[in-house]
């Protein structure tokens, strides 16, 4: 039995984005969320920001976003800091080109629309670890620092948190920054060095972090509650913005923050 049967309230928010990528697909997710679920409403947002006016006037409603991974990070980002994000699991349905659903598809949410809708009524509820900044950022996946440069090279054709081979200037180097890394207190670089690169992910309940020196060079790793950056306005990459410059900043993890609605298996 899907959850609408039961009578729960739902708010479907789609996203202006997404309804301009593929306006098929979010009419698919639409029409089979609302099939479903009796109590539907939904939300067509005319602009990104109106998703804080939307997810305000939801009451009680379960919230489900159809469409990208900035969608969901700015709807996930605005109920963790208005203390509400562990009131009911979060629904997504992933519309948009691959590169702009990459951070909902890796936390298992299918790129079918149809599949991605039924995993929102029926699928059970996955506790997501998150990693939040001391500025109010929050991040899903990956955090990188510092961001890449934009340039030329396609998405995709390397990670993006290592150098471009290319030396021609906004060729997607990274720029050999002085950075400080401090994990749960204990210094895993000092600053002394330049080129330092930094990644972190939440795993486990803690913060998976690795830095490297070179693109080269063996890299320190640590497994932490916290990691605070320090440098002279470092960029840092979290999912798929980039942020910045910042002097400092501190992450923290906060484990099983977000419950989010997948497929059964």
């Known amino acids: 039995m899907d959850r609408g049967a039961g009578g729960e309230q739902v708010l479907i928010v789609i996203d202006p984005i997404a309804r301009h990528a593929d306006g098929e697909s979010v009419r698919i997710a639409r029409d089979v969320l609302c099939a479903a679920v009796a109590g539907a409403k939904v939300?067509?947002?005319?602009?990104?920001?109106?998703?804080l006016h939307a997810l305000t006037q939801r009451g009680s409603r379960r919230v489900v976003i159809i469409g990208g991974d900035?969608?969901?990070?700015?709807?996930?980002?605005?109920?963790?800091?208005?203390?509400?994000?562990?009131?009911?699991?979060?629904?997504?349905?992933?519309v948009g080109p691959e590169a702009a659903v990459a951070v909902i598809r890796s936390l298992g949410v299918p790129a079918d629309a149809v599949?991605?809708?039924?995993?929102?009524?029926?699928?059970?509820?996955?506790?997501?670890?998150?990693?939040?900044?001391?500025?109010?950022?929050?991040?899903?996946?990956?955090?990188?620092?510092?961001?890449?440069?934009?340039?030329?090279?396609?998405?995709?054709?390397?990670?993006?948190?290592?150098?471009?081979?290319?030396?021609?200037?906004g060729s997607g180097a990274l720029p050999a920054q002085r950075l400080r890394v401090e994990a749960d207190g204990e210094v895993l670089t000092d600053g002394a060095q330049p080129g330092v690169q930094v990644s972190v992910t939440a795993d486990g309940g803690l913060a998976a972090v690795e830095v490297r020196h070179s693109a080269g060079a063996a890299a320190v790793t640590a497994r932490v509650s916290s990691v605070t950056v320090t440098g002279p306005g470092f960029s840092y990459r979290a999912d798929t913005v980039n942020c910045g410059p910042a002097r400092s900043r501190t992450w923290q993890v906060r484990p099983a923050a977000l419950r989010l609605t997948v497929p059964v298996g």
């Open 115 to 169: 599949l991605a809708s039924r995993a929102v009524l029926s699928g059970p509820a996955r506790p997501i670890d998150l990693l939040v900044d001391d500025a109010g950022g929050v991040v899903l996946g990956a955090l990188g620092i510092p961001a890449p440069q934009p340039g030329p090279e396609p998405p995709g054709t390397r990670p993006w948190w290592r150098p471009a081979r290319s030396t021609e200037a």
């Open 43 to 51: 939300c067509v947002l005319d602009r990104p920001q109106a998703m």
């Open 70 to 94: 900035r969608a969901l990070l700015r709807a996930v980002r605005m109920l963790y800091l208005s203390g509400e994000l562990d009131e009911h699991p979060l629904g997504v349905v992933p």
